[in-house]
């Protein structure tokens, strides 16, 4: 063998694994640079998108805090009103009381009168 073959079939051989590499090289580059731009076409959409969810998100929290500021209020006003109730309990209470206590004299005094009545028509 001729040593011009054996030297052009391994230039040969290098070449076209240099030529196979820039190759896949190339097209990885390719489909990468694809990608970006298919990325890059999205980019605002995806941004659009976390926006709006975001902005929902705020929303959100905002009602929660109002919301947990209306429970407040109205636990105050349940608080307040248990305890009117309570007072108007105790009133009614003691008006009872003088009430029977009321009813009690009006009876004895009925009695009395009744006696005396009755004394004065047998005479």
């Keep these: 063998m001729n040593w011009t073959v054996i030297i052009q079939a391994i230039l040969t051989f290098a070449g076209g694994i240099g030529a196979g590499c820039l190759t896949l090289k190339g097209r990885i580059a390719k489909a990468s640079y694809s990608n970006e731009r298919v990325y890059a076409d999205k980019t605002d959409e995806l941004f ?23 429970v407040k209020n109205q636990n105050y006003q349940i608080m ?40 004065e028509d047998m005479n």
């Design 48 to 70: 659009h998108r976390i926006d709006k969810l975001t902005d929902e998100r705020d929303d959100l929290k905002e009602q929660v805090i109002q919301l947990k500021s209306q």
């Design 80 to 119: 307040k009103q248990s305890e009117q109730m309570k007072r108007q309990a105790k009133q009614m209470e003691e008006q009872s009381k003088v009430i029977d206590t009321m009813n009690r004299r009006m009876g004895l005094l009925n009695q009395k009168l009744g006696f005396e009545l009755n004394e």
